[in-house]
């Protein structure tokens, strides 16, 4: 069974870029027809969903976020890395990866695997 695991830093400086890593286990990120995203949630608000790197490693971004967002993996490692750029203190949130069989994934998936979440807050 696949898991996921998200790692990095809980307190981010405006202006900053934050780094965030998704380890998975269980199962290979090229395995085709697979997607890893990165969704978050800020403090009251719904999931909202940045983008995604398909097997293939073709990358997918939300429009309002794709300026300051890029998505890679490391293969050898079997991980997937967020970074966001220019932060701000709306940018804070509690950040999930996730896997899926679509870009942008769907909760009600048979497929659909969610890590535990990380807290990012953006303060100075």
């Known amino acids: 069974q696949v898991q996921l695991q998200e790692s990095g830093p809980g307190l981010v400086k405006p202006s900053q870029t934050l780094s965030l890593t998704c380890t998975v286990s269980g199962g290979s990120i090229t395995t085709k027809y697979y997607y890893w995203s990165w969704i978050r949630q800020p403090p009251g608000k719904g999931l909202e969903w940045m983008g995604a790197i398909a097997y293939s490693g073709i990358t997918y971004y939300t429009p309002s976020l794709k300026s300051r967002t890029s998505i890679s993996r490391d293969t050898s490692k079997n991980q997937f890395t967020l970074q966001l750029s220019s932060v701000t203190p709306e940018d804070t949130a509690v950040y999930y990866c996730?896997?899926?069989?679509?870009?942008?994934?769907?909760?009600?998936?048979?497929?659909?695997?969610r890590g535990q979440g990380t807290q990012v807050t953006v303060s100075s």
């Open positions: 996730v896997r899926d069989q679509q870009p942008q994934p769907y909760s009600g998936s048979g497929s659909y695997t």
